[in-house]
């Protein structure tokens, strides 16, 4: 379990530092790591208040979680990246950088996700 906490912070870590590479921002390692911990806690805690709960709701617990992730996010990494010319991030520069880092998240899921679906639904599928 410990193994699948620590890579899940190194994952979420890598890509606040693969959207400050691509927005060409500055984002210590020790930053990202840091907020990927927060992200982790905070994943947690949503899945333990919406454990028991019907689709609708934890789909919403979902959405607020994610829109509260880029509000904090942006406030976090307000101080603590740089943008290309040196200066700190600011709260645009955060936002860009939060919403970039979760756009990457659910490209490189939905990379992977879909044609892992359609290979697993051409196997699994009876034949005629």
């Known amino acids: 379990m410990a193994y699948f906490h620590s890579g ?4 979420c870590a890598g890509f606040v530092k693969l959207a400050g ?3 060409r921002y500055t984002v210590p390692w020790k930053s990202s790591s840091l907020f990927a911990v927060i992200v982790l806690a905070l994943f947690i805690f949503d899945h333990v208040l919406a454990f028991d709960q ?10 607020v979680l994610l829109l509260v992730l880029v509000i904090f996010g942006s406030w976090f990494f307000r101080a ?3 943008n290309r010319s040196g200066n ?12 970039l880092t ?3 998240m659910v490209i490189v899921a ?8 359609v290979f697993l639904s051409k196997q699994l599928s009876p034949s005629p």
């Open 88 to 99: 700190l991030l600011g709260s645009g520069g955060g936002i860009r950088l939060m919403a």
């Open 54 to 63: 019907p689709v609708t709701i934890r789909i919403v617990h979902a959405m």
């Open 110 to 117: 939905f990379t992977i996700v879909l044609p892992a679906q």
């Open 8 to 11: 899940g912070t190194s994952t």
């Open 102 to 104: 979760f756009a990457v």
């Open 80 to 82: 603590r990246g740089m």
């Open 21 to 23: 590479r691509l927005l």
